[in-house]
């Protein structure tokens, strides 16, 4: 057993990556913005030491216009898990501004991504607001099931509720 995991960050999961360029281009024209958290790299069948970034933390309350995104930092978790940021610029430029570069301080890597969203969109940066490599990895992101029901669940309960009113809920 292990006490301590690599702090190495060897990547980014495929399926992170995915979800941050999904979630970026829903929200334009708006920023997007999310904190990273990465997994063992043994937990996702890897035989190498240190960290897959496998998904992205957002915050409730997150605000964000065209030019910017702010969290509650007091609604922010202190997770163990947690190696960085990720943010969009819908005007498309890669690099961070000095706004980004004052929020840099916590984590490893932080990820700009740039509209139109596509796979080429998108550029890591180190705690100094320098260009880093980030590799994207084929790696099966394991299912946390965070909440157990589908959307299915959700209309089927909504039908068979009785129209009582908001308050019906609390019952």
């Known amino acids: 057993m292990r006490l301590f995991r690599s702090d190495e960050l060897l990547g980014i999961a495929r399926e992170a990556l995915d979800f941050v360029l999904e979630a970026s281009e829903e929200t334009h024209p708006n920023e997007y913005m999310g904190f990273l958290r ?36 007091h609604m922010k ?12 610029h819908p005007n498309g430029a890669l690099r961070p501004s000095d706004a980004d570069l004052a929020t840099f301080g916590q984590g490893k ?8 969203y596509g796979w080429g969109d998108w550029k890591a940066f180190d705690n100094e607001g320098r260009q880093t ?12 099931h965070f909440f157990d029901f589908t959307q299915e669940d959700i209309d089927r309960e909504l039908a068979d509720r009785d129209d009582g009113g908001f308050l019906s809920w609390f019952r």
């Open 38 to 73: 990465a997994d063992d790299a043994r937990k996702l069948d890897l035989d190498r030491d240190g960290q897959v970034i496998t998904d992205v933390l957002v915050i409730p309350g997150t605000e964000s216009s065209p030019t910017s995104a702010s969290v509650r930092t």
């Open 77 to 88: 978790p202190n997770d163990m898990r947690a190696v960085g940021s990720v943010h969009s």
């Open 109 to 116: 890597v932080h990820i700009i991504v740039g509209a139109p």
């Open 133 to 144: 490599t980030l590799d994207v990895l084929d790696v099966e992101v394991p299912d946390e």
